[in-house]
């Protein structure tokens, strides 16, 4: 009998509003892997579970949900090469959800290209 290896998404942007109510909307049979700035795996740890509510909590404290820590503006995500062989291991698909939205002006505009036209490229190729 071969087993079937479970797959997982790779997730952006889960702080934040629509990332939230994503990941607060899992059923219970689909794994995550959520990328989250953080200055450690810890720390980003915590960050997310700040942001969500009970059942995502849950899902972070059974490991339905894997924190990874990284950030969209640097080569590779910031992530090690383990990490990136882990993402494309088992990898079902990519939810590409983070960007830059703060549009009222407050940054040049190659800030947000870098965070939102090439962040998008480097979760490409991660992915
Ligand atoms: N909200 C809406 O109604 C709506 C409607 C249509 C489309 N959208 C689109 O959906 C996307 C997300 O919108 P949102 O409202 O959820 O935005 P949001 O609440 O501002 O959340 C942005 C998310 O992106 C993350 N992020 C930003 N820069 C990052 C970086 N350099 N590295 C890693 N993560 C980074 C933030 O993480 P931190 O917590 O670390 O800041 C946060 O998780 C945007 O493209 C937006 O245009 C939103």
Do not use: C
Not at 2 to 26: C, M, N, Y
């Amino acid at each position: 009998m071969t087993r079937e290896r479970a797959k997982t998404w790779f997730v952006t942007g889960a702080t934040g509003s629509i990332g939230r109510a994503l990941v607060e909307r899992l059923d219970g049979s689909v794994r995550l892997r959520v990328l989250v700035r953080g200055a450690s795996t810890a720390a980003a740890h915590r960050r997310l579970a700040a942001t969500l509510g009970p059942k995502g909590r849950a899902a972070l404290a059974d490991g339905v949900i894997e924190v990874v820590a990284g950030d969209l503006r640097s080569t590779g995500l910031g992530l090690s090469p383990l990490t990136r062989a882990a993402v494309t291991d088992d990898l079902a698909g990519v939810l590409h959800v983070a960007a830059r939205t703060d549009f009222d002006g407050g940054a040049d505009v190659d800030v947000y290209r870098d965070d939102n036209v090439l962040g998008a490229l480097r979760v490409l190729q991660v992915a």
